[in-house]
């Protein structure tokens, strides 16, 4: 039973090191942080009493499009999987929402949503270096997210919001206040699907 377990986890890891591992061109150009989802919208999960008021914590990566000349990127990793948005659009603020591609693993299992996922950009803040615009020498960044069809389920729409830097140490001073990120079952850093 511990050999199926340490197989599954690795295939786990496997697959999100594929999912997140698109960041070849240059490492330090990923941003890095942390935050949650939240503002589930009851399509999320129609039998549940307590969908809209979920929350989830988690690790979240950004990779901007314009510094990559590739799609704009946005992972979010829990201790139970990781979910993977692309959006061929950079990630400016705009009142419209954009088709992009999505997928998840959770519990070992790759799933390319069959409903596209739709993105808006509430917000993209530049806070580091204070007062500039998004560039090559942007250190630290909020992005706060609008996204429908989370989960591949149509009509489930979340929110998304984190702070992403290029330095770790610099976001978790920024986020946290301790210096990092610890997230458990507990405090809502699963992030998979409830289950029907």
Same mark, same amino acid.
């Given at each position: 039973?511990?050999?199926?377990?340490?197989?599954?986890?690795?295939?786990?890891?496997?697959?999100?090191?594929?999912?997140?591992?698109?960041?070849?061109?240059?490492?330090?150009?990923?941003?890095?942080?942390?935050?949650?989802?939240?503002?589930?919208?009851?399509?999320?999960?129609?039998?549940?009493?307590?969908?809209?008021?979920?929350?989830?914590?988690?690790?979240?990566?950004?990779?901007?499009?314009?510094?990559?000349?590739?799609?704009?990127?946005?992972?979010?990793?829990?201790?139970?999987?990781?979910?993977?948005?692309?959006?061929?659009?950079?990630?400016?603020?705009?009142?419209?929402?954009?088709?992009?591609?999505?997928?998840?693993?959770?519990?070992?299992?790759?799933?390319?949503?069959?409903?596209?996922?739709?993105?808006?950009?509430?917000?993209?803040?530049?806070?580091?270096? &204070?007062?500039? =615009? *998004? #560039?090559?020498?942007? %250190? +630290? !960044?909020?992005?706060?997210?609008?996204?429908?069809?989370?989960?591949?389920?149509?009509?489930?729409?979340?929110? &998304?919001?984190? =702070? *992403? #830097?290029?330095?770790? %140490? +610099? !976001?978790?001073?920024?986020?946290?206040?301790?210096?990092?990120?610890?997230?458990?079952?507990?405090?809502?850093?699963?992030?998979?699907?409830?289950?029907?």
């Amino acid at each position: 039973m511990a050999i199926k377990s340490i197989l599954s986890r690795f295939v786990a890891c496997l697959g999100l090191a594929v999912c997140l591992g698109t960041a070849s061109q240059a490492g330090a150009q990923v941003f890095i942080g942390g935050g949650a989802v939240y503002n589930f919208t009851q399509e999320c999960s129609p039998g549940s009493t307590t969908i809209t008021s979920r929350v989830n914590y988690g690790r979240f990566y950004y990779r901007p499009g314009e510094e990559f000349g590739n799609p704009s990127e946005i992972s979010l990793a829990f201790i139970d999987g990781s979910i993977l948005f692309r959006r061929w659009a950079h990630m400016d603020r705009s009142n419209a929402f954009y088709s992009a591609i999505g997928r998840q693993i959770f519990s070992a299992y790759h799933y390319l949503y069959s409903t596209n996922p739709r993105i808006r950009v509430l917000r993209r803040d530049v806070i580091y270096p &204070v007062g500039a =615009t *998004f #560039g090559p020498d942007t %250190a +630290l !960044v909020f992005l706060r997210l609008r996204i429908q069809n989370y989960w591949g389920v149509p009509g489930c729409s979340v929110t &998304v919001a984190g =702070t *992403f #830097g290029r330095n770790p %140490a +610099l !976001v978790a001073s920024a986020s946290t206040g301790d210096g990092g990120f610890a997230f458990d079952e507990s405090d809502g850093g699963m992030g998979a699907p409830p289950a029907h």
